[in-house]
Structures are given as C-alpha cells and as structure tokens.
C-alpha cells in the first residue's frame, strides 16, 4: 500500500463555538452561538430572544432546513433558565496547553481552529481589537509551534458578533464586509509567521440551510440568503487580496460542507434531481473557489425576482482572487429520489432518503466507506485546485469502560474506511489531496443537536449534556489507533 505525501497534514479540527468556552471572559463580546441552547437528536436547539422595548422573552427553534421567524421587535439574547453550551463547551480556553500536548503525543501535522471573532473585535465593529483576544490565540499557536503543529485558522464558524446580527441583519448588510476583512487584516497582520494557513467561512453554503448560524441572519428568506452568501464571497475575495499584501507565503482556503447527492434509481428524473441538489452546494465554491456565478444560479435569482446589492467591482474581485485551495467536510453521502419513499435517515444538518446499500449511526447517518474517493474525484475534476479535507468523523455514544477505559472500535472502523478511501483517491485518481483532519479530535459539544453524548474525538472529556462533569480528558483506543496510522504515513490502518 502507497504511503501518503510526504508533507500530508494529518490532525485534527475544532471550532471554538463548540469547544473553547471562556464564553464572557478577557473581553469577548457575545456571539450568535451564545445565544443556542442544547438540544437532542429529537429536540431542536433554541435561540433564546429578549424584546428590549417589552420585556418579553421567549425562543426561536432552529430547524435547519426550516425558516425561522424571529417576533417583530425580538433581539437573540442569554436568558436565565436555559443552558448554553457554547459559555463553557470543553473549556479548550484553559486547557489549551494540555489538549495541544494530546495532539503532539499522537503525531498532529496540523491542527484546525476557529478564532472567535467577538473574542477579538467584541461587538464586530469596535474601532480597535481587543488584546486580550489577540494574545490567547497568540499563546496557542505558539503552543502549537513548539510541537511543530501546523495551524489551521478558520476565520468564522458558525460565530458572528451578535452586535453584528442586531444592528445590521449580519451578512444581508455589505457594512460586514468591511469589518470582517478589517478583522482578517488585523488578525493575519498579528500571526505573521505563526499562521500560514486560513478559512474564510466554515461551510459556507449552510447560509441556504441556517442563516443565522452561518451569517448571523434575522430574515430567513431567499433574498437574504442570496445577499450573504453575495457579501461573504466578496468578503473572502478581498481577504485573499489582503493575506498575498501581508504575506506572500499565507494561503487562504474556501471551506465547504459537501456529501455528494446519489439518485436513488436509474430515472433520469432521478438523475436530474441529484444532479442539481449536487449543484446547489457546489455554487458556493464555484463562485468562491472557481471564480463566477454558475450561469443557472443567475437564471433562478432573476425567476425568483432576487436582485443582489452588488457592485462590478465585485466580479472583478471573485475572478482576481479565489480562494487558493478548496477545504471541505464530508461525513456522509446522501441519496433523493422523484418518487415516493418511507424510508428516510439523518445526515449532517440534513434528512434524505436511506440507502438501501449503507449502514447507519445511532444519529442516523449512513456510513459510506467510499464517499471520500467520490467527493475528492468530484471536487479535484471540476476545480483542479488543492483539496483539504477538514472535517469527517462520527459521533458515537463513547462510555468509560469498568478498566477506565474508552474503547471505541466504531470510531476507528470508521475512519479506516475514510482513510483507504482518501489513499485511493490519490494514489489511484490522482487528486492533489493537503491533509486530512479528523473532527473534533478532542471532544466537543455537537454543533447541530448542542450534546454531549454525540461523541467525535480522539480524546474523551468528562462534560454531559447538562453541562456537569471534571473535563478531565481520557485518551481513547482510537488515540493511539490514530497515532499509529500518523507514524506510518497512513499505511498501518490495522486496528
């Protein structure tokens, strides 16, 4: 079996929404995932909101997939009663040192992150950073060059100053984008040298499932979802512009959520169908990746009466600087159909039809052992551009076992699969693949249910669903499962 490059970035991601915690503390200002409550596999999450004139409290269900409707005059904000995960989530904020040492220990390349945008420009639009912010994240990743981690830096996941989210809508206003490119100037100007690699936007095409979660949205409608996603990709364009200014050697990334769509029969209305689902997700990064608005897309803005607030000077940018290498999630596949089902599944924020061919989790989500060849092939053909995958995992109900400890041969079954299916990609396709970092490889609170129990990392963490527990981390099997795959260039899968 080929081994993997030679300079393959194996490690591992987080996002800080999910794992940092530290939520109020050294002058963060809120974000949009402060206000989310936890939630189950059969209970959405919340967003709590205040009406300041009123009084009146209550919550908005975050269903993605499903438009929420915010009562007139209403603000997302924290409330008394109700749990948040993201104030604490694992508490990375004070454990860093201990969690990258984990890392090292297991042979990490890389390590992907989040920098929480509130933590240093605490309402969004503050005049001046808060230092505070800028040197945690400092002291991280010089934590990580001192085991020779390479960081990853996602600028905004699924975390928007809720200042931004109030006064302006989030995205649907083109004031953000001045703000968060002052934001990525500020932040690659001060880790000049520490960080060489970042993300624009976290899966950025799920504005079309949550807006509010990808861009602090209030209006969860057609238009503003067309005029974020808009705003966000000349955002990410004048980003790039502004890492070659500052940096030559900073290379910045567009991050998708992608699982590719397969008709469930031979009909060519079938075939359609997951054709254009297929399309749908990957317009984001035709536009942020490949440089142009799809034609189709035009087509249905001006069906749907859609008028973007733009300027020419923006096309000229998407075309002037795409993102230099396309970064994705991928966890599992997905099958539509045109005719009537009963069986249907789970996925990552998403329902479908099941597969009749594939497993699932206890979540639901089908488990294919060849969608990571099938994504790479896909992206690699249409885009030729280097592919990262940074985020595919499985979350597992994980237990302390009566010997203290965690065995979790789900876990690495799993990623056997997904790591043969990435060596054949390249060994036997030739995709141009960077690295591979498995999700939430210390655990962390589940972005799309808000638990604890839906388990992805390498490393346990003592934290439930409520919010008890030590946070002492326990290395599971996989740990040193995976430690050995990094060691062998990924040429050692055996369990």
């Excluded at 045109?338 to 099941?354: F, P, Q, Y």
């Excluded at 497993?359 to 060849?370: Q, R, Y």
Aim: aromatic content about 12%; proline content about 4%; hydrophobic content about 35%.
């Amino acid at each position: 079996m080929a081994k993997f490059p030679k300079d393959f970035l194996w490690g591992g991601a987080t996002a800080a929404n999910q794992y940092e915690g530290a939520y109020s503390e050294d002058g963060k200002g809120l974000s949009t995932a402060d206000v989310m409550t936890n939630g189950s596999h059969t209970e959405a999450r919340k967003i709590t909101w205040k009406n300041p004139k009123t009084g009146e409290t209550g919550y908005v269900p975050m269903a993605f997939g499903q438009a929420m409707t915010f009562p007139e005059g209403a603000e997302p904000a924290v409330l008394d009663g109700y749990y948040y995960p993201s104030h604490t989530a694992t508490d990375f904020y004070h454990h860093y040192q201990e969690d990258i040492k984990l890392m090292s220990e297991m042979g990490f390349k890389c390590f992907r992150l989040s920098i929480n945008w509130a933590r240093i420009f605490p309402n969004g639009d503050d005049a001046e950073p808060n230092e505070k912010g800028l040197a945690f994240y400092e002291k991280v990743f010089q934590e990580c060059r001192k085991y020779g981690i390479e960081p990853l830096v996602t600028l905004s996941h699924y975390e928007t100053p809720l200042n931004l989210s109030v006064k302006y809508n989030g995205w649907t206003s083109r004031k953000l984008i001045d703000f968060f490119v002052n934001y990525a100037k500020t932040v690659m100007q001060r880790y000049k040298g520490l960080v060489k690699y970042y993300l624009t936007f976290n899966e950025i095409n799920m504005m079309s499932l949550s807006p509010y979660m990808a861009a602090g949205i209030l209006t969860d409608d057609a238009q503003s979802k067309a005029q974020g996603a808009h705003n966000q990709f000349v955002a990410s364009a004048l980003t790039v512009k502004a890492a070659r200014e500052i940096d030559p050697e900073i290379k910045v990334g567009q991050m998708l959520a992608y699982g590719p769509v397969y008709a469930l029969t031979a009909d060519p209305k079938d075939q359609l169908k997951a054709l254009k689902e297929n399309d749908a997700t990957l317009f984001y990064s035709d536009v942020q990746t490949g440089g142009r608005y799809p034609d189709w897309i035009l087509k249905k803005y001006e069906a749907e009466g859609i008028e973007l607030e733009d300027k020419d000077s923006d096309y000229e940018l998407l075309a002037q600087y795409p993102a230099d290498f396309l970064s994705f999630s991928c966890y599992s596949s997905s099958v539509t159909t045109t005719h009537e089902v009963k069986d249907t599944t789970g996925g990552n924020l998403s329902l479908g039809v099941k597969n009749p061919y594939l497993k699932t989790n206890d979540w639901g989500w089908t488990i294919d052992p060849d969608v990571l060849r099938i994504a790479l092939n896909q992206l690699w053909d249409r885009y030729h551009k280097p592919l990262w995958v940074v985020e595919n995992g499985i979350g597992v109900k994980d237990q302390i076992s009566e010997d203290g400890k965690i065995h979790d041969p789900e876990r690495i079954s799993y990623l056997q699969q997904c790591i043969a299916s990435m060596h054949d990609a390249i060994n036997l396709d030739g995709v141009d693949l960077m690295g591979y970092e498995m999700w939430g490889c210390i655990d962390l609170v589940s972005a799309s249910t808000g638990e604890m129990r839906k388990r992805y990392g390498f490393v346990y963490v003592d934290r439930d669903d409520k919010g008890e527990g030590s946070l002492k981390r326990i290395p599971k099997d996989s740990f040193y499962w995976y430690k050995k795959v990094i060691a062998s260039d990924g040429e050692d899968l055996s369990d």
